[in-house]
């Protein structure tokens, strides 16, 4: 689980938009850049090479 706090602090590296947090894949979600930033042993890891694309 990551502190609420800090999801709203945090913004995409991409689009400096918001982003959401994921519980059930554990990630922080970029609706506008379209990915999914993992979070590493609590850490959320903010970097667009590590991201997963949402796209289909």
Same mark, same amino acid.
């Given at each position: 689980m990551i502190d /609420? !706090? *800090? #999801? =709203?602090? *945090?913004?995409? /590296? !991409?689009?400096? =938009? /918001? #982003?959401?947090?994921d519980r059930v894949h554990n990630e922080l979600v970029s609706k506008k850049a379209k990915l999914a930033f993992p979070i590493r042993e609590g850490v959320p890891i903010m970097l667009v090479e590590e991201a997963r694309s949402l796209e289909n």
């Amino acid at each position: 689980m990551i502190d /609420p !706090k *800090l #999801i =709203g602090a *945090l913004v995409c /590296p !991409k689009t400096r =938009g /918001p #982003i959401t947090y994921d519980r059930v894949h554990n990630e922080l979600v970029s609706k506008k850049a379209k990915l999914a930033f993992p979070i590493r042993e609590g850490v959320p890891i903010m970097l667009v090479e590590e991201a997963r694309s949402l796209e289909n």
